[in-house]
């Protein structure tokens, strides 16, 4: 029986069985088992990947990650993905009236607030995506990369497509808009399977965690659960190749759409109306992009010279001086006696820091040398 098959035959049982109490463990072993042959079929060293086919990365996946972010543009074929990479980054990408016009991935960069942000855009993606249909495997896979992804979506096609693009990407690993649930998972020698919750009535219970931890082939292990969460983070979190990433919906073709619609739209969280054809807000996209990666800009200061501030360096969140230093040259740490820093991260200005201290955003750097 192939790996897909298996697949199915699991969800099918899932869906025929009830959810209670009785059941809990049943269910739990299942969602294992079913975590753990995904896992398989993903695996490009698995034999022929259960008939999905597909299985590295093909030409023109492998994209140098280049500038400060990654965005991916992922959805169906025909939506205007390529339209829209062409509109914001001025790089020429293939778009015609024909679905599946872009047949590799096609790399754009944005320059925003002095931030390098490159852009792909991913073929489009068909139901079973996950399984290697089409492109589909290469797709994600490069998805899996970025650090923001937006699901481009046509507003006349029907709105499962975007439950399917969700489905697929989850399939793959990909947790949409999701934070790393809080669970803290410790194994151990001896002493068999200990849970406890800081919830009063948790979804989660011991029959269900004993389940999971027994298809896993763990014996003895500490679990403890800080927020109300289910089986299937139970199993993200033992699995432990998850990747949490913020997403954007980004409704295209809205010339084509009454006012009255476009407004139920807008109400809806994480979306973003534009017409890619007509450069309709656009701007807006770019910024809700920006607010999404949440970068921070530090600027440097040469000694006895004003800061440049035409070209910040762009950082992740709660980045450290030394994340400051090795992003200008991993050689500077070397040589590092202190920095003196001017803005919200610290009490003083300019104040006198060590490597450790955790720079806020438009901060300024000036880095002393030792001797």
């Given amino acids: 029986m192939s790996i897909m098959q298996k697949i199915k035959d699991i969800e099918d049982e899932m869906a025929r069985t009830q959810k209670n109490k009785a059941t809990a463990f049943h269910l739990g072993t299942l969602k294992a088992k079913l975590a753990k042959l995904r896992r398989e079929l993903l695996d490009p060293t698995s034999a022929a990947g259960g008939g999905g086919g597909g299985g590295g990365k093909g030409e023109g996946f492998d994209v140098n990650k280049v500038g400060d972010a990654r965005v991916g543009l992922v959805g169906f074929p025909s939506v205007g993905k390529s339209t829209l990479l062409t509109k914001l980054t001025g790089t020429l990408s293939e778009a015609a009236a024909y679905e599946f016009t872009t047949l590799t991935c096609v790399p754009g960069v944005i320059r925003y607030r002095g931030a390098r942000i490159q852009m792909l855009d991913l073929p489009g993606i068909i139901e079973g995506a996950k399984d290697g249909k089409g492109r589909g495997r290469q ?81 003895n292990a500490d679990i403890h659960t800080k927020e109300d969460v289910d089986v299937d983070d139970l199993v993200d979190v033992i699995e432990g190749s998850r990747v949490y990433i913020p997403c954007i919906y980004v409704i295209n073709k809205i010339d084509q759409i009454t006012l009255e619609e476009l407004n139920i739209l807008d109400k809806l969280p994480h979306y973003c109306p534009i017409c890619a054809y007509h450069e309709w807000n656009l701007d807006g996209l770019v910024e809700m992009i920006w607010e999404y990666i949440d970068p921070l800009r530090v600027y440097t200061k040469p000694k006895g ?20 230093a090795n992003k200008i040259h991993k050689a500077i740490l070397k040589q590092f006696k202190y920095a003196l820093v001017w803005g919200t991260s610290c009490k003083h200005k300019p104040q006198r820091v060590g490597k450790d201290h955790v720079l806020e955003d438009e901060d300024i750097v000036q880095i002393i040398k030792r001797v």
């Avoid at 200990?194 to 931890?213: I, M, N, Y």
């Avoid at 010279?305 to 400051?324: A, G, H, Q, T, W």
């Fill in 305 to 324: 010279k004003l800061p440049d501030y035409d070209d910040p360096v762009i950082l992740p969140r709660n980045s450290s001086v030394e994340d400051f």
């Fill in 139 to 219: 797709v994600i896979s490069t998805a899996r990369t970025c650090n923001l992804i937006l699901i481009v979506l046509d507003c006349l096609k029907p709105i499962t497509h975007k439950k399917i693009i969700e489905h697929e990407l989850e399939g793959f690993g990909i947790r949409l808009n999701k934070k790393p649930p809080g669970i803290t998972f410790r194994r151990k020698d001896k002493g068999g399977i200990s849970f406890t919750s800081q919830v009063k009535e948790p979804k989660l219970d011991l029959d269900s965690v004993k389940a999971v931890c027994s298809e896993y082939k763990i014996h």
